[in-house]
């Protein structure tokens, strides 16, 4: 046995060293530094991240898009409705002497609600495009659909401003009722949207 082994033995050093070795798993490499751990361990999580993004389906998240915005849409159209079947004793001179108050709320509200379905119609435009030009290809029913989306937006415009523009509060009960007008029209053309889309595409 060479002399130095023998003074380790002699000493307990050597059979320190092998207690070492055991408990942290040495096998005569060197054990991994925490911040290389953590790098590596972020280097792997960032290529999973890549190739599930690179693996998505574009086509459900599409259709998200295009579902959401068409709800955000109808939404606005019928929280004004709500508010305008509320606001009507008032509007219309049958109570309350604060007309001018809630005439300047109505105001502010409907900037409020232009601003969000503007939004939405954009948001329909958009990724009903690229779904039909990426996924379903331009049909008929493609057409159809379009062509009443457009439809409802030059009647609907026209009708505000031929009609509601002009009204001045309070007005009479026959003039209000050109609100309730407007929404036959946004809603029977809703309607025939959805019929397009959920039965005959």
């Known amino acids: 046995m060479p002399p130095c082994k023998k003074k380790l033995i002699q000493s307990g050093k050597i059979n320190k ?12 490499l060197k054990p991994l530094d925490n911040k290389n ?8 999580e960032l290529i999973i991240s890549t190739k599930y ?3 998505m389906d574009y086509h459900s998240i599409l ?40 005439a300047a709320l109505l105001q502010k509200y409907i900037k ?27 049909t008929v029913w493609i057409f159809v659909k379009s062509g009443l989306l457009v439809l409802q937006i030059i009647l609907t415009l026209g009708y505000i401003i031929r009609a509601i523009q002009p009204l001045n509060y309070p007005c009479s009960p026959s003039e209000y009722s050109r609100w309730y007008r407007l929404f036959a029209i946004s809603l029977s053309m809703f309607a025939l949207v959805l019929l397009t889309s959920f039965f005959l595409l």
Do not use: Q
Not at 37 to 44: A, E, H, L, N
Not at 77 to 101: A, D, H, Q, R
């Open 63 to 102: 259709r998200f898009i295009h579902i959401v915005s068409f709800a955000a849409w109808f939404g606005s159209v019928l929280s004004s409705l709500f508010l305008l079947k509320t606001m009507e004793p008032i509007l219309s001179g049958k109570k309350g002497n604060n007309v001018m108050e809630y």
């Open 37 to 44: 751990t953590r790098g590596y361990f972020k280097k792997i």
């Open 17 to 28: 060293l092998r207690e070492r070795s055991v408990s942290t798993g040495n096998t005569g």
């Open 112 to 138: 409020l609600e232009t601003k969000v379905a503007d939004v939405g119609v954009i948001g329909v435009i958009i990724s009903g495009i690229l779904l039909a030009a990426v996924y379903h290809g331009w």
């Open 53 to 55: 993004f690179l693996h």
